[in-house]
């Protein structure tokens, strides 16, 4: 029963690095998300997927790309880290409505988080 | 363009004491309505949502929130909070057609 797993969970980065967060998860939701969560400004979104082969940008989305060539993985690279990413970030899921359109009942389900440190 | 405010990022209350989490949004359409719960060191998890119909809901494990149209609010409480509630607390708010926007949370210190 994993749920929505993220890898790795902890990371250490120095200044122009890149690396990529791996999410992935086995409820066959439609649905995933990037966000990153920082002291006092709450959870932010990243990118987002409303199905496989689609992304599109959130609210910050800047030094961020993302993936979704399966289902079920959602990945989110950074090119060339900065001391300003450092951040937890959190992937979430959340299943769709038969008709297709995106309505969003906010069930989402988040992953752990994997902490991220640029230097 | 919907946001969410929590005025209070801290709120210290002592066991079996009553609690208040407060939430205020703002959208120029109708919206659903959420409060997620973040235990030390763990993902979030939904802790009770407002959709439609009526606007008192509850938690499995006591939090009732109101949804208030008039005063744009969606107040979290609970009568009698224990140790084990300690966590931050999020509201969030979608149209539900975009990705929710959460507040910047409140941690809840509940203290024996």
């Known amino acids: 029963n994993a749920g929505v797993t993220q890898t790795p969970k902890f990371r250490v980065l120095k200044t122009g690095q890149s690396m990529t967060l791996l999410c992935a998860q086995d409820?066959?939701?439609?649905?995933m998300y990037w966000y990153r969560q920082d002291p006092g400004m709450g959870l932010r979104l990243i990118h987002y997927s409303v199905g496989e082969g689609t992304t599109a940008k959130g609210e910050v989305p800047d030094g961020y790309n993302v993936s979704r060539l399966k289902k079920q993985n959602f990945l989110l690279g950074l090119e060339s880290a900065a001391p300003s990413q450092t951040s937890v970030y959190f992937c979430?899921?959340?299943?769709?409505?038969?008709?297709?359109?995106?309505?969003?009942?906010?069930?989402?389900?988040f992953g752990e988080g994997s902490r991220l440190t640029v230097l | 363009a919907q946001s969410v405010t929590q005025l209070d990022s801290q709120v210290p209350v002592f066991e079996e004491a009553p609690v208040e989490l407060r939430c205020n949004y703002s959208?120029?359409?109708?919206?659903?309505l959420f409060w997620y719960v973040q235990y030390p060191n763990q993902g979030l998890q939904l802790l009770l949502k407002?959709?439609?119909?009526?606007?008192l809901v509850e938690s499995i494990n006591g939090f009732e929130a109101e949804f208030n149209k008039s005063q744009t609010s969606f107040h979290l409480r609970k009568p009698s909070v224990h140790i084990s509630d300690t966590a931050e607390y999020f509201c969030?708010?979608?149209?539900?057609?975009?990705?929710?926007?959460f507040g910047s949370g409140t941690r809840l210190q509940v203290q024996p």
């Open positions: 409820m066959n939701h439609e649905y």
């Open positions: 969030a708010v979608t149209p539900g057609r975009r990705a929710l926007t």
């Open positions: 979430a899921s959340s299943d769709h409505r038969p008709s297709g359109r995106f309505i969003n009942t906010g069930e989402l389900f």
């Open positions: 407002y959709l439609s119909g009526s606007t």
């Open positions: 959208s120029s359409v109708s919206v659903y």
